[in-house]
């Protein structure tokens, strides 16, 4: 069965991208076939990963045609995916900005993506799919929460990433996402960004009491995470040290909380 899991927050800068790129990129390590879908426009997680569509095409109707934008809009299929660092990937292009235009035009469409990854499920292609949202509780997210069986939630330890988990959390567990997708569940947060600080440590036991477990820590190395970013390689390929070891037991946690096997 193919599980669907969106990586989302409406805060910006909670390393949400990354959390989307590395616990992929950690299952597919270990053996899991991953599809990861980049619906933020900024295509920042696609850049990361080595594809930039709006660099390799000229013509904004051919970026456009390699992200997610035809499926949602029924006038085409999910594209042909690239291929990155043992997953699969359908890019984003800022193209698909204008995909919320259209979403706001027609509140169907925000079931369209849904609809694409239901062939993607009854194929049986892959074992995980991850889709990484942008910053916002817009139409975007909603196509994103509604097409997902479960949602992760990046939480760095402050007052902005908890009142962001929070209150996402309410939303499908009770509000507006439970109304339109009931089956979504929220996943156990990952701590993401954590400083070595006494009140980062208090928020930190704030958020693991709120939410009762994580997934473990990511913690703040800014030589680590940023150059993974720059050289367009995720962290569990890129470090041998500390960072590997955290994502890789994020990627274990992970396989608990859903109640899959490790495959290596």
Request: aromatic share 6%; glycine share 8%; net charge negative.
């Amino acid at each position: 069965m193919t599980l669907i899991t969106t990586v989302h927050s409406y805060a910006g800068g909670v390393a949400k991208s990354a959390t989307a790129r590395d616990l992929s990129a950690a299952l597919a390590i270990q053996g899991h076939r991953i599809l990861l879908i980049d619906a933020d426009h900024q295509a920042d997680l696609s850049v990361s990963l080595g594809v930039d569509v709006d660099e390799a095409f000229a013509n904004a109707d051919d970026s456009f045609a390699q992200t997610i934008g035809p499926a949602v809009l029924g006038t085409g299929s999910l594209p042909d995916v690239h291929h990155a660092f043992g997953l699969d990937l359908i890019p984003s292009s800022i193209t698909l900005y204008n995909l919320e235009k259209e979403l706001k035009s027609d509140v169907s469409m925000v079931v369209g993506l849904r609809y694409a990854l239901n062939e993607i499920r009854a194929a049986g292609s892959y074992d995980f799919v991850f889709i990484d949202t942008n910053p916002t509780l817009g139409d975007m997210a909603t196509l994103a929460l509604l097409a997902a069986d479960r949602v992760l939630l990046p939480i760095p330890p402050n007052r902005k990433g908890l009142r962001a988990g929070s209150f996402i959390r309410s939303r499908v567990e009770k509000g507006h996402y439970h109304r339109l997708n009931p089956e979504l569940q929220v996943l156990p947060p990952v701590i993401t960004q954590a400083p070595n600080t006494i009140l980062a440590r208090q928020y930190q036991s704030e958020i693991e009491s709120l939410f009762g477990q994580t997934l473990g820590i990511v913690r703040h190395r800014p030589g680590l995470y940023p150059s993974a970013m720059e050289r367009a390689t995720p962290v569990p390929v890129f470090d041998r040290g500390d960072g590997r070891a955290e994502i890789m037991a994020v990627a274990d946690a992970f396989l608990q909380a859903v109640g899959a096997a490790r495959v290596s």
